[in-house]
């Protein structure tokens, strides 16, 4: 695919600077650009490149002052990075366009299965599944019975769904992510041993959700485990049973969702975060890194840190304090020393 | 599959109070329950529901008093938990009664493979594997060669297994859990550059052991990985190569256990534990979340907490001064002004 | 297979004590010993092993004095550790050493393929895919359109690798991983909504890596994330969007890299490491097991601890009176008390 500066300036509404018929066929960072590219100016960090890249073309603000000579042809438009992420979207969007159930996919003749959708080698599709309209299921994807998946989803490579649960529209769940896999519940206290709370509930993850890779979502022990519309999670994510993510909620990488916890709209978790079980999460809470939520949180868009959380600014006072407690313990020393002098 | 009040009630032997024509085809929490369901009331704090849920039928103790009518009918029984999970354990085992062989499962002919199995599609046994009578192997899965698997345990969809690893019986392997991946070793002193240590054991998992979805179980350098009898892990859990978990042992989700470790019998570590290679973990030890252990633990059925981790409740006492660093720290302030004055 | 012990001895350029016509079919550890396997001894710990081993041949040091009788044939040389990985070595080569394109597997008439692969059954190799000589596809993986495989790489059952993906030579990724994922970034001041920024970047992964089981090494946004030559990856290892990690440097186990961070040479880091986006870590840091790294790191060679992470020597200064915090309080409550008395 090769385009011109001319078409690329008429997609994006532009103004161009420079020779209107150079050509790119890739995109690029303004520091690696290279001759037949194009890459974009928003970051004023970034400002010293505009002089130097070898980029082809370079979208740029309309009220940015030029200081020197630049060789590339320039696109002016109102955002640079509004109109550089709309070139990448369509970028995208050619590049995972793919279509056709391929002869190697299987596909139970007890499916339902929408128009224009995309199975590729070595999937399944099994028993009253429903599939939707232009779906995306690549290799080696398992969607198991009865599962039902909406209209325009994208399951990447080697994607296994359970039985009896649901997918929204608009969702991409990334390789290797397990959905409706048992929670993890026993009962000690019976008199065979310790045995197995039949896990028969199911996971319902609503429109327009992401989900990393080689993330694990529990089924509910009876009712389902939430995701709601909007919900963004990273990689490597363990979500229990019965839990509940609340709208537009983002979780970043390897973070940990005991059973049966309420987590509010808006969150947003740092890495490697833990929350225990059964508590509720008020909306807009931000939790850093590495942190442990034991308690519920009550009180919208608070940030808490530490493993037990609590306010973080206060932890991170508190941690000032810990980084000098050697010198800390040395004054009381001292103090002692001279209560006894 | 729908059933009668009078005929769960014959499985349960209960008492009915109500119709026992009423039929129900699901399985409901009682605060959710809907008509043709059935549903079960056992934790004091969700009585009220008894006398609002639209459930059809619900297990209730024998010895619980009404104090206002109720619509559904009700089934009496000594213990309404055990009873509703018995139902739950039925109705798993019907939905999950799978047998057969696809004929895009790959069955290598020099595998041994036991009666009334289930292979399902684009499933891999390969050379020398010997599989168990009942086992059911869902679709993806991979058996390397030389695998033993026992009877009546279930790989579900996508599960990974290298050679020469055993499986016992009775048990239950989630969706992405490998099994048998080279242990992390390297010689970095050799003088060819950083070397890698070949990891020729295997992983030994006992009977009635389950292992949650995307799991990473290394195989042993030498001699053997093993997970002993009754084991249960959650989600995401690595445990590297010639580790060894003591029967009953629980580790929740994220937990990870380096090299050479030994972990005792009914422990029970909550999520993201670490423990560092080459420690002896003494029998009924108790890890609370996201704690890090660096050194063996000898006396049996102590609680730790803290990274790294210590006595739980002397953590617990520490940390709330650490809370109130700030505080402790302006006290010394105030004593050493105080000296000086 | 079956060696005797004077075969192996011309192996190792060994001189053989005993009986050299005795043969091995496997090797142990000397204190797990059977007769025919071959064990050995290098760590003076394990010298009692010697004397009691039933194993039928021990590789042992040059000058290493018997003290009492031995029955194991005995094979001398210089360094019976890098032996006896040598015999490993040659053993896993052995048993590694498949080849052969299943009629099951995929590969499609656009992808290039070198000479001598094995693919295993329902692997996928998709269009344009460049596969070099000697490269091990385990069954049901997939090879993405457009990614490049080096030589002599092996990719266990189930890897993922997405388009555009470059695999470099002698690699090794097992099962579970997955590569070229898309970045978890969101554009949340986007007028529809939180939006996706497309992720069109690549992976790129330099000669001689190792990749444990179960990771997920996201896509660059533009351009690449890059794990250079001789870098060893753990299992369950998080990877953003962009990173870059040095040469040779080693991450064990559940470690979390955010995007855009960059790693130096020679770097180690122990299990459930967290590392904040946009950093710059110098070369030959190490950080111990759970730590966060909030800030980057200019001087070369220092060992960090704790979240936030800081010099490791003041961490376990300052933990030691983190744990005696209640003993130090109690302290200023007396001085307190004596101030006013």
């Keep these: 695919m090769e ?23 890739k995109l690029s960072k303004i520091e690696q650009g290279e001759p037949g590219s194009i890459s974009f100016l928003a970051n004023p960090l970034y400002t010293q490149y505009i002089y130097t890249t070898t980029a082809s073309i370079v979208i740029i603000s309309k009220d940015f002052v030029l200081t020197a000579p630049v060789t590339a042809t320039l696109i002016r438009v109102d955002n640079a990075g509004n109109a550089f992420a709309k070139l990448l979207e369509m970028y995208n969007q050619v590049k995972l366009n793919k279509s056709g159930i391929s002869p190697q ?7 339902t299965v929408g128009s224009n959708i995309y199975a590729g080698e070595f999937a399944v599709i099994s028993d009253s599944a ?9 290799p080696q994807v398992y ?5 039902t998946v909406g209209d325009n ?4 490579a080697g994607v296994k769904i359970y039985s009896d649960c649901v997918i929204g529209k608009d969702c991409i769940i990334h390789s290797g992510t397990v959905i409706g896999s048992d929670g993890f519940r026993f009962a000690p206290e019976n008199e065979e041993g310790n045995r197995k709370i039949p896990q028969i509930g199911n996971v319902i993850i609503e429109d327009d959700v992401e989900i990393g890779a080689n993330c694990a979502i529990d089924r509910a022990t009876l009712g389902s485990t939430i995701l709601r519309k909007g919900v963004k999670f990273d990689n490597l994510i363990h979500i229990a049973h019965n839990v509940e993510v609340g709208e537009n909620s983002y979780l970043a990488a390897c973070n940990v969702v005991a059973g049966s916890t309420k987590i509010g709209k808006n969150c947003m978790f740092s890495g490697q975060v833990g929350i225990v079980g059964h508590l509720n999460i008020a909306d807009n809470t931000i939790i850093t890194a590495q942190s442990g939520i034991s308690k519920s949180i009550t009180k919208k868009g ?6 037990p959380a609590f306010d973080a600014n206060k932890y991170r006072k508190a941690y000032i304090h810990f980084r000098n407690l050697d010198a800390l313990a040395q004054r009381v020393d001292k103090l002692e020393k001279q209560g006894k002098g």
């Design 130 to 138: 429903q599939i939707g309209n232009n779906v995306k299921i690549y």
């Design 302 to 307: 608070e940030v808490y840190m530490g493993s």
């Design 105 to 111: 996919a299987y596909i139970s003749p007890k499916a």
């Design 3 to 25: 385009f011109s500066a001319q078409q690329i300036s008429g997609i994006l509404g532009g103004q161009i600077e420079g020779n209107p018929d150079v050509k790119i066929s």
């Design 153 to 156: 989803t994208t399951l990447f």
């Design 143 to 147: 969607v198991g019975e009865n599962v």
